[in-house]
């Protein structure tokens, strides 16, 4: 096995979604860009087809193919009989992982002498007891939030492209009445990403969070508001009017 066999071994459409390269006994094979649930299985499929494995090591997480055919293995031992497998094949773990959550971080150089942190944390619901999808969902996680942090910061001074009027329709909390607020009132609401539980949130505030979060400073002025995330976790949004000087 080479590098242009193991290339032949994958139809176009994935041989470009990968780069391949020969590392001592295995060919090397790297996802180019993220791969999404389907692709990853087709790719998986051929892979341990081919006495392959999927090896999760971060951001140097990939596929390797050996270059020889793996040896005659001695047959193992019997395993005891078991009646707790009896009504259901065996799987890897001994244990359902019903969800799987993945936080990673990282330092940005803004300026000679400031730094700032970001990061992402996102939740998975796995609601499996096998150790190979428990594994592919975390490699897919990481490589979603790595491709996150991979996009540049948003300077604070940039204003993205968010509707206004869309941002205000959305179920503001003033922090006194605990009422629906009005438009320029000071508010809060659950940020979309931290409550996972919410189905079909307005797409503008994901928008918002997003930008949020590629801001220097996890803060954003659009029109006279300004803002904040607010929790220990982050999982609210708070808005607040810009303080202006007033003319002497």
């Known amino acids: 096995m080479n590098v242009e066999q193991a290339k032949a071994l994958f139809p ?3 041989r470009d979604l990968l ?3 020969q590392q001592g006994d295995y060919i090397i094979m790297k996802p180019r860009q993220f791969l999404g649930s389907e692709n990853f299985s087709d790719i998986a499929r051929i892979v341990q087809g081919n006495k392959g494995d999927y090896v999760s090591a971060g951001k140097e997480s990939h596929f390797r193919i050996p270059i020889a055919p793996a040896p005659t293995e001695t047959p193992p031992k019997p395993v005891p009989h078991d009646e707790r497998y009896d009504s259901h094949p065996p799987t890897d773990l001994h244990f359902k992982v019903t969800k799987l959550t993945v936080g990673i971080g990282t330092t940005i ?3 000679e002498k400031e730094w700032t942190k970001q ?3 996102l939740e998975v619901e796995v609601n499996s007891d096998a150790k190979d999808i428990v594994e592919k969902a975390k490699a897919e996680a990481e490589q979603l939030v790595r491709s996150w942090l991979a996009e540049p910061p948003l ?3 940039e204003i993205p492209q968010i509707d206004i ?3 205000n329709a959305c179920e503001w909390v003033t922090f006194k009445t605990k009422q629906p ?3 320029g009132q ?4 659950k940020n979309p990403v931290e409550f996972t539980s919410w189905t079909n949130p307005p797409n503008v505030l994901l928008e918002l969070v997003k930008a949020m979060k590629r801001s220097s400073d996890e803060k954003l002025v659009l029109g006279d508001m300004k803002y904040v995330f607010s929790g220990d976790k982050k999982q609210f949004i708070q808005r607040k009017p810009v303080k202006t000087e007033t003319a002497k």
């Not at 000071?186 to 609401?189: E, F, L, M, T, V």
């Open 12 to 14: 176009e459409a994935l």
């Open 181 to 183: 607020a009005k438009p």
């Open 165 to 167: 009027g869309e941002l």
């Open 119 to 121: 990061s992402y944390g």
């Open 109 to 111: 150089q803004q300026g």
């Open 155 to 157: 300077p604070s001074a």
């Open 186 to 189: 000071a508010a809060w609401i």
């Open 19 to 21: 780069s391949f390269e």
